[in-house]
Structure formats: C-alpha cells, structure tokens
C-alpha cells in the first residue's frame, strides 16, 4: 500500500476532528493542532502522490509524515494518561501510532513500490498465457490493458486504436 493511500484520509480526518472541536467547545487548541497538524499531512500526501505518479519516492514527504504522526502520538498520548479519556485523546493517540509504524515501515522498505515497465513482448506473452484476463492489470510500454468496470470487459489501447473485447476471447497475434 502506498503511504498517500492512508495519508490523505487520515489528514483529513484530522482537519475535521480540529473544526469539529473548534465548533463543539470553542477550543482553539484543536483547530490549531488538529486542522494544522492534518493540513501538513494532507500536503504531504500530496506531494507524495505527485512524486509518485513521476515515477519517484519523495523522501521529505515520508519524513514529515513520520514526525506529524509521532508528535500526535506522544501528545495525545500524554493527554490520554492525564485524563483517561477514550475520545479523543486515546482514539488520535492509536490511531497516530498505528501511522508512524506505517510510515517507519514504508522508510525501512525504500518507499513506495514504484512498478518498473515490463517491454511490449513479455506483457503480451502474459495475455496470452492467461486468456481469461482474471485480474490482470500490466502498465507496458506501448499499451495498457486494464479490466474496465464490473461487465468485465477489457479495453485494450494500442496508441489511439481502441477496441474492445469479451473476457473470453483471445489477444490478437500483432
């Protein structure tokens, strides 16, 4: 799973949680922390989608990923051994150390798996290997087969051809 996966919706999240306590008590501390804290995160996913829709691993991104979700966690987590309140302290708390081990792991790993493009032959000998197109999804080099919504038909574009065909039917000799 990539980290912009869960790091958009988990800052977003986090902006919510910070205007609803602002609205709910007047807390400008939730707005500030909270909203602040997840418009960081949400940047980051951000950026971390960009670079890797660019073929690339944003490292900076992972970084303040990994430092926003351990600040929340010890904080919130000091706030929930003070008050032993579930809501929000303990939920912000686990959920933000269930985040940074996410984040520690996609460091550890290198980042974001980045697919490496497979060459033309190799992906049609794959389609013609598995006629049915069960669940297969390869990115090639000069075209792309994708399973296109729940009818199961497979559309394959060959630059600007487009033609489409039954699960079961067989891939073209080109």
């Not at 919510?16 to 609205?23: A, N, R, T």
């Not at 003070?82 to 996609?106: D, E, H, R």
């Not at 729940?150 to 033609?163: A, D, P, S």
Request: charged letters at 15%; hydrophobic letters at 40%.
């Amino acid at each position: 799973m990539h980290d912009f996966c869960l790091t958009i919706p988990y800052g977003l999240v986090l902006i919510g949680g910070g205007v609803f306590g602002y609205f709910r008590k007047g807390s400008t501390a939730s707005l500030a922390g909270g909203a602040g804290i997840g418009l960081l995160l949400t940047l980051a996913g951000y950026i971390s989608l960009k670079a890797f829709e660019g073929k690339k691993n944003s490292y900076p991104a992972f970084i303040l990923e990994t430092v926003c979700a351990a600040l929340l966690t010890w904080v919130m987590g000091q706030r929930y051994m003070q008050t032993s309140k579930i809501m929000p302290a303990g939920v912000v708390a686990g959920i933000s150390a269930v985040m940074t081990g996410f984040y520690l792991y996609k460091i550890a790993t290198g980042g974001n798996h980045i697919p490496a493009k497979t060459k033309r032959g190799e992906c049609l000998q794959r389609m013609r290997n598995n006629p049915t197109f069960s669940s297969m999804k390869y990115n090639c080099l000069f075209w792309k087969q994708e399973l296109v919504g729940w009818t199961g038909k497979v559309l394959l574009k060959w630059g600007i051809q487009m033609k489409t065909y039954k699960p079961s039917s067989r891939v073209p000799q080109l």
